[in-house]
């Protein structure tokens, strides 16, 4: 059963830092590339970056380049996000998925990032 757990969300200042965790189960980790959603209050999902399965490619929404950096431990199973200068608009709930941002992949159940003023 490929499971897939985040962590590390909570209550930012605005312009700080979090780190957010995903562990993954049940398939093939370093075969998959792997996306970070988010879906903010009101909006639909948007994918915010993805890393190729080495991690030898990543690619990030616009609105988060120079910002945010998506890294991958494959002797973990664990892909991560890091989230610097947060801004207000960054206020979400933040999904890891399998597989590409084109792609339909199983979520894990999200952790909530909140960034306050």
């Known amino acids: 059963e490929v499971q897939l757990v985040e962590s590390g969300g909570g209550l930012v200042q605005l312009g700080g830092t979090v780190r957010l965790s995903c562990l993954a189960s049940g398939f093939a980790f370093s075969s998959h590339y792997m996306t970070w959603v988010r879906q903010a209050p009101g909006k639909g999902l948007e994918w915010v970056a993805y890393i190729s399965p080495h991690g030898g490619s990543t690619g990030y929404l616009d609105l988060v380049k120079g910002r945010f950096t998506i890294s991958r431990d494959n002797a973990k199973n664990t892909v991560y996000l890091q989230l610097n200068r947060l801004e207000s608009e960054d206020t979400a709930m933040y999904y890891c998925?399998?597989?590409?941002?084109?792609?339909?992949?199983?979520r894990g159940q999200g952790t909530q990032v909140t960034v306050s003023s």
């Open positions: 998925q399998r597989g590409a941002p084109s792609g339909s992949g199983p």
